[in-house]
């Protein structure tokens, strides 16, 4: 095996997205013999080129310039065309994230590639990758191949290890200037939710709020073992519709799919448009008053009770366990 295999990092303010060592370690395994180049962008990027080359980058293209620090499609898309033609490669791997859901289309068709999106798996037939993603809302996984030249493929943020080959790397750095654009659309000003200080799509661990919750300040005991635990807050859409909430903690079909090791439901009835969302976290635990709710069907393990007695007790015991 000896491919050519870009990946299309992302950051997240300072920090380089998990995902993106997710698609490093995932496409050295790719790379086989070849060559694994990382593009990264924006004025934080350089301080993560040393990580990408302890996870396998033997190349880094390095994008500088502040146009980057803010998503915009255009500039975005204008820098990915760049680094491609600059590359050429055999297979180019990117997050499954809001922004690369934007992006990635508009690539594939202007270059003629195959797309396989939000893919959680690759099995390898001898040396061919077969890409494995989920379809009918998490129900079934289909198997994918490409006929085209080149595989463009976006990775599900958790499905795939992120493991250092290396402790020590310098991989070449190649810098890139951004070239112009001609922008189609301006941002004017960047409104920030406030939807906790762990990504949700990334977390390890998350502790969900449904209709279960009966307020705003329902939130406050799911908050509160959040933080002792290290995990981040999501919610269903139950929640959301009732204005308990921001929509951009809503998970599920039409939210966020998130695969943390662990999730908390919280008064979830676990409608199948929020099971979507949860299908792959490794270990589930439902709390709800209701035994019959449907939560329970594939819950990992579950409590009947009372949400607001049994989360500030899950909270104390977590406490003194961590302490
Ligand atoms: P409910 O179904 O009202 O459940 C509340 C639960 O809380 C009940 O099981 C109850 O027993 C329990 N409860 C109440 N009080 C307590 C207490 N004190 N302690 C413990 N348990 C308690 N939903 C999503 O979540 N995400 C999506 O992305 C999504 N997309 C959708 C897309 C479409 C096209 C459609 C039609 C629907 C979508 N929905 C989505 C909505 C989904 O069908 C459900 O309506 C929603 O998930 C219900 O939210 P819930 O479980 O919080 O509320």
């Not at 994008?63 to 499609?73: E, N, Q, T, V």
């Not at 975005?76 to 990117?94: R, S």
Request: net charge negative.
């Amino acid at each position: 095996m000896n491919r050519k295999v870009l990946v299309i990092t992302e950051m997240k303010g300072a920090a380089l997205r998990q995902v993106s060592l997710e698609g490093v370690s995932i496409g050295k395994k790719m790379a086989g013999s070849g060559t694994l180049i990382a593009a990264v962008f924006g004025s934080q990027a350089s301080p993560h080129v040393e990580a990408l080359g302890e996870h396998g980058a033997d190349q880094v293209l390095l994008f500088p310039d502040a146009l980057f620090d803010a998503y915009h499609s255009d500039i975005y898309y204008q820098a990915f065309v760049q680094a491609i033609q600059e590359t050429n490669p055999d297979v180019i791997i990117a997050g499954h994230t809001a922004n690369m859901k934007d992006v990635a289309p508009r690539i594939a068709s202007r270059f003629g590639y195959g797309l396989v999106t939000d893919c959680t798996h690759v099995e390898f037939e001898g040396d061919e990758p077969v890409y494995v993603r989920p379809i009918y809302a998490g129900k079934a996984f289909e198997k994918k191949r490409f006929t085209s030249d080149t595989m463009f493929v976006t990775i599900r943020p958790n499905n795939f290890k992120a493991e250092p080959l290396r402790e020590r790397a310098t991989p070449e750095v190649i810098p890139c200037e951004a070239g112009s654009v001609d922008l189609r659309t301006v941002i004017r000003d960047i409104v920030l939710k406030s939807t906790g200080a762990i990504d949700l799509a990334e977390a390890k661990i998350v502790v969900s709020g449904g209709r279960g919750i009966k307020s705003k300040d329902g939130f406050q005991p799911l908050q509160e073992l959040a933080a002792v635990i290290g995990g981040a807050v999501g919610a269903s859409r139950g929640a959301c519709d009732e204005g308990y909430c921001d929509y951009g903690l809503q998970i599920g079909q039409t939210g966020k799919v998130v695969t943390p090791d662990l999730y908390i439901a919280c008064g979830i009835s676990g409608a199948i448009q929020h099971v979507a969302g949860i299908s792959n976290a490794k270990t589930i635990i439902a709390i709800n008053k209701d035994p019959e709710a449907p939560i329970f069907q594939i819950a990992d393990y579950g409590v009947v009770g009372d949400l607001f007695e049994i989360v500030p007790l899950l909270t104390e015991e977590f406490r003194k366990k961590l302490a």
